[in-house]
């Protein structure tokens, strides 16, 4: 670690790790290296949304703005509990625009945004071995005209995830100016009580 690189756990601010980008870029996996690495809480961001719009995207119709500002609103209540309880979180969010992501930092400011980039071949790839998890790939095609990459003078870093994922999470941490002693992986995950859950039915 060098002077300026803090150890996450020793922060006296807690911070708010979004993994971002299209689907199938790694976001799940990455998070859960986050995850293992800070010992931070998670959560997936899809848990948060409705069931329509779960049926919908299952139907393979990609979601338009109306049925998103309630899954996204209730992703920065998530992150609003964690921040006022002062512990740091890692959640996955594809946030593909700018104002998606704008939401999620209004009044948070512990969001960073960790936005996972690949060639489209890569990521077709990946979502094509993907065994558990089928997406038509039309979704992607969506996903990836929608996609508002993060800003410069937006909070947070874009790294390539070419890489494999533990190194990918690595290269996150080291360019938010975050360490974890290399001995200390994954023995501090602890399982802290959570703000109230999502629940299907919002
Ligand atoms: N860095 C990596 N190297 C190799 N394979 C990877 C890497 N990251 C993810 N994968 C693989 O690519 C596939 C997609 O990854 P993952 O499910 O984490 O993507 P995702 O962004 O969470 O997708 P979704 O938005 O659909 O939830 C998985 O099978 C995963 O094992
Ligand atoms: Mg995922």
Known sequence: MTDSQTDPR????????????VS????????????????WVFAEGDEFHTQA??????????LDDDDR?????????????????????????SA?????????????PSVRFVHLTASDELIAER??????HYMPPSLLESQLRTLEPLGADEPGVAVDTSG???AVARSALEALDLDVPEQTHAATTTAPTPPPRPTGDR
């Open 10 to 21: 020793q922060r006296d601010e807690p911070l708010t790790l979004v993994v971002m980008g």
């Open 24 to 39: 199938g870029v790694g976001k799940s996996s990455v998070a859960a290296e986050l995850v293992a690495a800070t010992g």
């Open 53 to 62: 719009n779960r049926d919908k995207m299952a139907a393979g119709h990609p």
């Open 69 to 93: 500002w309630p899954w996204l609103r209730a992703l920065a209540e998530w992150i609003g509990e964690w921040e006022a309880a002062g512990r740091g979180a890692v959640v996955t969010c």
């Open 96 to 108: 593909l625009k700018r104002a998606y992501r704008d939401l999620l930092c209004d009044g948070h």
């Open 127 to 132: 979502i094509g071995a993907r065994k558990d």
């Open 164 to 166: 494999d994922q533990a």
